[in-house]
């Protein structure tokens, strides 16, 4: 069976690259609090016993990296979901960006709850995203 690719494809291009920008901007803020909070490399995470800024640091490093934690099965199902359902998955794929931002910025403030204030915007997409993923997966099976 040949699977054929919708030019609309094209939009789930884009997203993704559009994340990966988005996680670079994450990255970015994580080496300024380094440096304003003064966490050297390679230390991951501050401790609060040494340094009075810990949990403010700690929630910043650890919002980009629970991103980078689901990166990957985020890029995962918007590709594959994207194939058989490009607008759908480029939708998704946008709220589950908008939703990035607002878990990443939550996080940031140094009060850890702020990040599922609108951040949870973020796993409705992905769960959406796999009922894409699945689907298309179904679809392929019945040929």
């Not at 991103?67 to 990957?72: A, I, N, T």
């Not at 992905?126 to 997966?137: D, P, W």
């Given at each position: 069976m040949a699977v054929e690719i919708p030019k609309e494809y094209g939009f789930v291009v884009l997203v993704?690259?559009?994340?990966?920008?988005?996680?670079?901007?994450?990255?970015?803020q994580v080496g300024k609090a380094r440096k304003r909070y003064k966490v050297p490399y390679p230390t991951?995470?501050?401790?609060?016993?040494?340094?009075k800024d810990a949990k403010l640091f700690n929630c910043i490093q650890?919002?980009?990296?629970?991103?980078?934690?689901?990166?990957?099965?985020?890029?995962?199902?918007?590709?594959?979901?994207?194939?058989?359902?490009?607008?759908?998955?480029?939708?998704?794929?946008?709220?589950?960006?908008?939703g990035r931002y607002f878990y990443f910025s939550g996080y940031s403030t140094g009060v850890p709850d702020n990040r599922l204030t609108l951040g949870r915007l973020s796993f409705f997409a992905?769960?959406?995203?796999?009922?894409?993923?699945?689907?298309?997966?179904v679809h392929l099976l019945r040929g």
């Open positions: 993704f690259v559009f994340y990966t920008f988005f996680n670079f901007w994450m990255a970015f991951l995470y501050a401790i609060e016993s040494e340094n650890r919002g980009h990296q629970n991103s980078l934690e689901v990166m990957p099965v985020f890029f995962a199902l918007l590709l594959l979901g994207g194939v058989r359902y490009p607008v759908a998955a480029t939708a998704l794929g946008i709220l589950y960006t908008v992905l769960l959406g995203l796999m009922v894409c993923t699945v689907s298309f997966g």
